[in-house]
């Protein structure tokens, strides 16, 4: 299982990592420059979340049209609340097929 925090580095600002839970490692970390850039990770996160439920160990690009419907519905309250932020969405779904 993979974990997600958002840390702050005097070096860089906020940087997002990924830690595996079981061995316990820090498997990527990703520097967040804007809102919208930890706005997308979230999303993906969240995306990420319905792969991992379904027992699919892919991406968007191979995603079944169930699981994309599952991300949409988890995505909606968040993008209810940050509107502006709505254009993610549609990026992260250009990469399914």
Same mark, same amino acid.
Request: hydrophobic letters at 40%.
């Given at each position: 299982?993979?974990? $997600?925090?958002? =840390?702050?580095?005097? #070096? +860089?600002? $906020? =940087?997002?990592? /990924?830690?595996? @839970?079981?061995? +316990?490692? @820090? ?8 809102? /919208? ?8 996160? @969240?995306?990420?979340? =319905? ?17 994309? /419907?599952?991300? #949409?519905?988890?995505? #909606? ?19 399914? #097929?």
């Amino acid at each position: 299982m993979t974990a $997600y925090d958002l =840390v702050w580095s005097d #070096k +860089v600002g $906020y =940087v997002w990592l /990924a830690i595996s @839970i079981d061995p +316990v490692y @820090i498997d990527t970390g990703n520097w967040i420059e804007s809102a /919208a850039g930890l706005c997308y990770e979230c999303l993906n996160d @969240i995306a990420l979340d =319905v792969f991992g439920m379904t027992g699919n160990d892919h991406d968007f690009e191979d995603a079944d049209p169930l699981e994309l /419907a599952e991300i #949409k519905r988890r995505w #909606k309250p968040y993008i209810g609340q940050l509107p502006k932020y709505a254009y993610l969405c549609d990026e992260l779904l250009s990469r399914s #097929k």
